[in-house]
């Protein structure tokens, strides 16, 4: 059966307004509010009017921004929910409505394949192919949190790897000959440069002669693989054995984040650590809790709600120069030094 087809008159009827107020929305003319005009748009959508016809299309879109991230990183709320808030309020003040869409599964999101929005965010790790796919459509793209090195595009992420290098320089500063890593390498860009931070800080600091060397020191102290899973899993018994399988313990270990700091430490407890008697632990991100629990936690804090607005900041940018050259933000990080090293 042939769709009937929507017409002004019926989304005025629906919202009880004047067929002239629906046509200066859809026509994107000043001269309605802005609380008339989403009531406008989000019901031409809901009837179909705005997939009708592109020239309407364009309207609706000039007041949408997709925000995409997978599954596992919209779990992660206490860091990548400030993120959003920063984009969020930043989109709200410039005018733009915010669609979050969170992913298993490489498909484009219907409000990018229907042109439904005028910019994407990209908060976290994003497959290089996914990425030239979604590019594909011409949307301004920003990334969060990530770098691509096979797609040129705008990002804004945090200074990684010297957060690492000053939190092991501040460890050795104070002392401290045992420090090792704990954190799966390779389970975030971010996360590989933060080891690569602490490595940096081990081959400068601890005056090996050379990297074979300082890598031995490394592997001796520390565990890399696997770890965040079991963060994810909340499998207390997987993380104690990562940590029983470090062939040397140390007197400290850099956690590769807060969440991951936290739940080793938790555990540690429960098993009769005293922290940071028998062993200092160390996090990265400066989430909320990490400043709540005991020992409250010696961290590196990440500007997040802050690196959400910048993101945006940028994709309205990139919206009206799309020929200017890519741009990567790196924002700086800082040691919070608390209870628990």
Do not use: W
């Not at 965010?121 to 290089?128: N, Y």
């Not at 990334?143 to 200074?159: H, K, M, P, R």
């Not at 890593?181 to 081990?202: H, K, N, W």
């Not at 990265?284 to 959400?308: C, N, W, Y």
Request: hydrophobic share 40%; glycine share 6%.
């Amino acid at each position: 059966m042939k769709r009937k087809s929507v017409t002004m008159k019926d989304i005025a009827e629906k919202l009880n307004l004047s067929v002239n107020a629906v046509s200066i929305v859809l026509n994107n003319k000043d001269g309605v509010g802005e609380e008339t005009r989403k009531l406008v748009l989000d019901m031409a959508e809901k009837l179909g009017y705005i997939d009708q016809s592109t020239k309407y299309l364009q309207a609706y879109s000039n007041k949408n921004i997709c925000v995409l991230l997978k599954d596992r990183y919209f779990r992660d709320f206490r860091f990548y929910g400030r993120i959003l808030l920063g984009i969020e309020e930043k989109a709200k003040k410039s005018g733009y409505d915010v669609f979050i869409t969170s992913y298993e599964k490489e498909e484009v999101p219907s409000c990018i394949e229907c042109r439904k929005v005028s910019g994407i965010i990209v908060v976290g790790k994003i497959e290089d192919a996914f990425l030239n796919r979604i590019k594909k459509y011409k949307i301004p793209v920003v990334l969060v949190d990530y770098i691509s090195f096979e797609e040129s595009t705008d990002s804004v992420i945090s200074d990684n790897r010297l957060g690492a290098y000053k939190m092991t320089a501040y460890l050795i500063g104070k002392g401290k000959k045992k420090i090792g890593y704990f954190g799966d390498i390779e389970y975030t860009p971010s996360t590989r440069d933060r080891f690569l931070g602490f490595q940096d800080a081990v081959q400068q600091y601890m005056n090996f002669n050379t990297f074979k060397e300082s890598m031995a020191y490394v592997e001796q102290f520390s565990a890399l693989e696997n770890v965040e899973e079991f963060v994810i899993k909340q499998d207390a018994k997987g993380i104690y054995e990562a940590f029983e399988k470090i062939p040397t313990k140390p007197e400290v270990l850099i956690c590769s984040n807060d969440e991951l700091a936290i739940f080793l430490m938790r555990t540690l407890q429960e098993k009769g650590y005293s922290i940071p008697k028998d062993i200092g632990i160390a996090g990265f991100d400066d989430i909320e809790l990490s400043r709540m629990i005991t020992p409250a936690l010696t961290t590196v804090h990440v500007q997040k709600k802050l690196m959400g607005e910048k993101a945006m900041q940028r994709l309205l940018y990139r919206m009206g120069h799309r020929n200017d050259d890519v741009e990567k933000i790196i924002m700086d990080v800082e040691i919070v030094e608390r209870d628990s090293v």
